[in-house]
């Protein structure tokens, strides 16, 4: 597809069991990002992959929280041992490089945790 | 790290008024700034940046002003319609040479432009 893409949209999960979110950035960019927008809030930073680069971890809240990019393509996010406060909405965005600035967001997975 | 202030929080305006929005930043090394918009159930789409070599940037209907020195920066849209209903985020990066897509975001404007 031309934009990018995240699955699922929606997710529903019972507190503890473990999410998996999925992002398929535009063909050719070089940088992926994930971010977390809460209910009425701004963006979050989360995390940042640069081609082969050791990703930028800074932005995420515990350690319940990874990411892997294979193939310096396709992006998971994995929460572990989901809680409540981890509802939310998780964009992925990507762009050309880290340097190029515009960010292209998918429209999001939207993570309850009931 | 980065903290980023955005006022109103929510505006209203009637078509064809003009709608401004008002963020400020507290890393005086950050020296990128862009505006993202957001329509309901769609992610984030880039309207317009600036960087801190220039003090304005217009692109018709909307413009953005940057004060390094006060910190502090600006969107403004004229000739308001309809569609441009919508949350407005504004967002500041590039500080240490930190790559442009990691950003820091206000918390957001609800825009309503009345018919």
């Known amino acids: 597809g031309a934009g990018v893409s995240q699955s699922p949209s929606n997710k529903v999960t019972e507190k503890g069991k473990d999410v998996e979110l999925r992002c398929d950035p535009i063909?050719?960019?070089?940088?992926l990002y994930w971010y977390r927008q809460s209910l009425g809030q701004g963006l979050e930073f989360l995390i940042y992959f640069q081609g082969n680069s050791a990703p930028d971890k800074s932005g995420l809240p515990s350690d319940r929280f990874s990411a892997e990019r294979t193939g310096g393509s396709v992006s998971t996010l994995t929460i572990q041992r989901t809680q409540q406060e981890d509802s939310a909405v998780y964009l992925c965005?990507?762009?050309?490089?880290?340097?190029?600035?515009?960010?292209?967001f998918g429209e999001g997975s939207r993570l309850t945790v009931l | 790290g980065e903290n980023v202030e955005q006022h109103p929080s929510t505006l209203s305006v009637q078509e064809g008024d003009s709608a401004v929005i008002k963020c400020t930043y507290s890393d005086s090394a950050s020296n990128y700034f862009p505006w993202y918009k957001q329509e309901l159930g769609k992610g984030p789409q880039l309207i317009i940046d600036i960087r801190s070599n220039v003090g304005e940037k217009k692109d018709q209907r909307i413009a953005v002003t940057l004060n390094k020195t006060a910190k502090h920066f600006s969107l403004h849209i004229t000739e308001t319609q309809p569609e441009d209903s919508a949350v407005y985020f504004c967002a500041a990066g590039g500080a240490g040479g930190t790559s442009y897509g990691k950003l820091t975001f206000g918390q957001g404007t609800i825009l309503t432009v009345h018919p």
């Open positions: 965005a990507s762009s050309l490089a880290g340097h190029t600035g515009e960010l292209f």
């Open positions: 063909s050719g960019h070089t940088a």
